[in-house]
């Protein structure tokens, strides 16, 4: 499945409580997207999220639904360094 980067911006920094994160697990669910992780940036404005899913649509839905912005989706490819290192 591709591999996609969000971009949002926040104001402050989010507080996920667990019933927070099944709501959007649930969401996301729905419409095919797995939440890998996400970074916050050292100002604490900005959050970049990977996820896997079907489609850049499928991703713009999933936000819409949990309410989360988004700045832009880049689809991105996973390199791994330990490929490149010989044993």
């Known amino acids: 499945m591709p591999l996609y980067l969000i971009e949002r911006r926040?104001?402050?920094?989010l507080d996920l409580t667990d019933e927070a994160v099944n709501a959007i697990q649930a969401v996301n669910a729905?419409?095919?997207?797995?939440?890998?992780?996400?970074?916050?940036?050292?100002d604490k404005l900005q959050w970049y999220c990977l996820?896997?899913?079907?489609?850049?649509?499928?991703?713009?839905?999933?936000?819409g639904w949990?309410?989360?912005?988004?700045?832009?989706?880049?689809?991105?490819?996973?390199?791994?360094?330990s490929a490149f290192v010989s044993a």
Not at 51 to 59: G, N, T, Y
Request: no cysteine; proline share 9%; net charge negative.
């Open 10 to 13: 926040f104001a402050e920094q």
């Open 66 to 81: 949990a309410n989360l912005p988004v700045e832009a989706i880049i689809e991105v490819d996973r390199l791994d360094p």
């Open 30 to 42: 729905d419409v095919g997207v797995h939440w890998l992780f996400s970074f916050l940036s050292a």
């Open 51 to 63: 996820f896997e899913a079907p489609s850049p649509a499928a991703l713009q839905a999933a936000s």
